[in-house]
């Protein structure tokens, strides 16, 4: 939980999560939607990825990404339980 929630810290990355919620994408695109260089999307995507929070689909050879809806839920259920919801 604290990977997640450590992960969740970062403007950046919950601009990212953001833009992934509506539709999976790559890197580059990412890096031209937010004006940060691809190595700096590549390291936040790196991190979320880490934490469980996106997910990786290669397509030919590019990678997209993706938030992992199903992860993100569980960790809102864990956060309702921890505050006694």
Not at 31 to 47: Q, V
């Amino acid at each position: 939980m604290a990977i997640r929630l450590k992960a969740l810290a970062d403007p950046n990355r919950l601009l990212i999560l953001r833009l992934l919620s509506v539709k999976k994408e790559y890197g580059a695109k990412l890096a031209e939607y937010i004006g940060l260089t691809t190595a700096t999307i590549s390291h936040h995507l790196d991190i979320l990825k880490k934490a469980g929070l996106v997910k990786e689909e290669k397509i030919g050879t590019i990678k997209y990404f993706a938030v992992d809806k199903e992860q993100i839920t569980e960790m809102m259920q864990s956060l309702q339980h921890l505050i006694g919801k």
